[in-house]
């Protein structure tokens, strides 16, 4: 069987305060909503934006990102995949699902608070428009080929 994609982009809003708490083993796991809008024409042809709430949820080192630096209206650039989950209600015995976006990549952007109220990332060390904290960052090679005797006679063109 071929294999599957499973990839989201999401560019939006928090919705609410993330909620964050640890696993028995000690991990940090933060939950958090964020709203995307998109603008469509009603049945009158008016333009109307339809906001969709996505359940996000981060782990380890994005969740202390997102405890420290995102809150309600911060603006995310969000890349990860969607899970479904499946539980047995204890009150109903009803069969409960929840969908759910694992955050792989997350990005702070320029939010709806952020008008003096200190911004938080870019104190931390990190772009507000550029952060990604799931991957470790790669240094620059330490061989710039300086001394490899290439002249301009090597180049092409």
Do not use: C
């Not at 008016?46 to 630096?69: M, P, S």
């Not at 995310?76 to 899970?83: A, N, R």
């Not at 109903?92 to 200190?118: F, M």
């Not at 990190?126 to 005797?149: I, M």
């Amino acid at each position: 069987m071929a294999k599957g994609v499973n990839k989201v982009l999401l560019l939006g809003n928090v919705g609410k305060d993330p909620e964050v708490r640890a696993s028995n083993s000690g991990m940090v796991i933060a939950s958090f909503s964020l709203a995307t809008a998109d603008r469509v024409k009603d049945q009158t042809g008016n333009w109307v934006d339809k906001t969709e709430w996505h359940n996000l949820v981060t782990f380890g080192r994005t969740a202390e990102i997102v405890r420290d630096y995102v809150k309600k209206g911060t603006q995310l650039f969000i890349e990860g995949k969607i899970q479904t989950r499946s539980w047995d209600d204890k009150e109903s015995g009803q069969k409960k699902y929840k969908t759910e976006i694992l955050v792989n990549e997350l990005s702070l952007l320029g939010g709806r608070g952020e008008g003096g109220s200190g911004g938080g990332a870019s104190s931390g060390g990190y772009s507000r428009n550029t952060a990604s904290f799931d991957r470790p960052q790669q240094s620059a090679p330490q061989d710039d080929f300086a001394d490899a005797g290439i002249t301009d006679d090597d180049i092409p063109f």
